[in-house]
């Protein structure tokens, strides 16, 4: 299965549930377990929150056999270049944005727009997650 | 007297009214935790009455437990009665003030709200049957549901109004127990750089902070989680939430 599927919301905190859902529709239909979903979830809201409350952001998902990719943004900068860097993996090396989603994701990335905005990038691979 | 002059050990072997004169007379905030780990079964119990009424049975024991605190700091020391006695009613009452005047944060539907409460025991289930995280399919076939039926179900338990952590400590009626228990709210300074959350993580009571690090610095998952803290995974995940939630709005 290779689809893709792109939605552009408001940066409203009442819209946030409008966007688990359909998340979780899209999740559904790669078959990915309840944490997985339950942790794509949570990375895209905590960018989402990272990105005010004014303006939309763009949401691209793109389902691939087992993995699912997606492109959050642009999103208002703002220090959030600093958050997004690779967390440092020692314990007690500090709770970040970058942590939690290094946590979430299997992998991800960021690039700044010409504007200066962020554009993230998430991968999310399938039945990672063990009893 | 402060609450270091009494050893946790000493406390366990004192008789309820003993803990409760230390608590009221001699502000010994040991005494009083001391009571509220004691009669945590009490509220289980209590809480258990109304586990079939559409809400996760832990969010109702933590109402529950919100009654017990209300019960120890109003008791009179000079009445004869146990404070099982009396903590019962306060307990009923908080949750069935509870159900009337918080509830669901949005209107949802009653099968709705019944198909969540279904949702846990069956996603642990499930993962105990599979040996992983059941996908929203299996979920759904064992609940015989649809997957669109079921992520609905998720996502208004999710939007179901609990004693959340954004109620903070502050709100001295609605404090919750469980969650500040143990918590040291104190010296706690606006951080400016929003590269790091830590400083937030102080902000939060002593069991959110635990479930967060053994999920973003040990990377356990969420079922194992919910093992080692005695809830079950869809109360670990709404916790997390709630938990980074708070901690960016204190960044804020």
Redesign the interface.
Same mark, same amino acid.
């Given at each position: 299965m290779s689809e893709r599927i792109s939605l552009e919301v408001p940066l409203d905190a009442t819209f946030g549930?409008v966007v688990? %859902?359909i998340v979780?529709?899209i @999740? /559904?239909r790669a $078959? *990915? =377990? *309840? /944490? $997985? %979903?339950?942790d794509l979830q949570?990375a895209i /809201?905590?960018l989402l929150?990272?990105a005010g409350h004014e303006g939309r952001v763009r949401l691209d998902f793109q389902l691939g056999a087992g993995r699912i990719r997606t492109r959050v943004g642009p999103l208002r900068e703002s220090? %959030?270049a $600093?958050?997004l860097?690779v967390p440092d993996a020692s314990?007690? =090396?500090?709770?970040?944005?970058g942590? @939690?989603l290094a946590?979430v994701v299997d992998s991800y990335g960021f690039e700044l727009t010409s504007e200066g905005d962020v554009l993230v990038r998430l991968e999310k691979l399938a039945?990672k997650?063990?009893? | 007297m402060k609450d270091t002059d009494y050893p946790a050990r000493e406390r366990a072997r004192l008789a309820d009214r003993e803990l409760l004169r230390r608590y009221h007379e001699d502000a010994d905030v040991g005494a009083r935790e001391t009571l509220v780990r004691r009669h945590l079964s009490l509220v289980r119990t209590l809480a258990r009455r109304y586990a079939n009424c559409g809400e996760p049975l832990e969010d109702i024991e933590q109402v529950g437990a919100i009654g017990l605190l209300k019960a120890i700091d109003r008791f009179d020391l000079g009445r004869e009665v146990a404070l099982a006695t009396y903590a019962t009613p306060n307990v009923l009452g908080e949750i069935k003030r509870h159900f009337r005047d918080r509830g669901w944060a949005i209107r949802v539907p009653r099968a709705l709200q019944e198909l969540n409460a279904r949702m846990s025991q069956t996603?642990e289930r499930l993962?105990?049957q +599979?040996?992983?995280? &059941?996908?929203?399919?299996e979920?759904s076939a064992a609940l015989e549901t649809t &997957?669109?039926e079921t +992520?609905?179900a +998720?996502?208004v338990g999710?939007?179901y109004t609990t004693l959340s952590l954004s109620t903070g400590p502050g709100d001295e009626g609605d404090a919750d127990p469980l969650e500040t228990i143990g918590s040291d709210d104190d010296g706690f300074e606006r951080c400016e750089?929003?590269?790091?959350?830590?400083p937030a993580?102080a902000h939060l009571a002593s069991r959110e902070r635990a479930i +967060?690090r053994m999920?973003?610095?040990e990377?356990l &998952?969420?079922?194992q989680i919910a093992d080692q803290v005695g809830l079950s995974?869809m109360h670990v995940?709404r916790l997390?939430?709630r938990s980074?939630?708070a901690?960016?709005e204190q960044l804020d």
């Open positions: 549930p688990r %859902l979780g529709g @999740v /559904e $078959d *990915f =377990g *309840f /944490e $997985d %979903l339950d949570l /809201e905590r929150a990272e220090g %959030l $600093d958050a860097q314990p007690g =090396g500090g709770m970040t944005l942590r @939690v946590t039945g997650t063990a009893a | 996603i993962t105990s +599979l040996g992983r995280s &059941p996908s929203i399919a979920i &997957p669109e +992520l609905e +998720l996502e999710s939007n750089d929003r590269a790091a959350l830590e993580l +967060l999920r973003f610095e990377g &998952p969420q079922i995974q995940s997390i939430r980074l939630g901690m960016r």
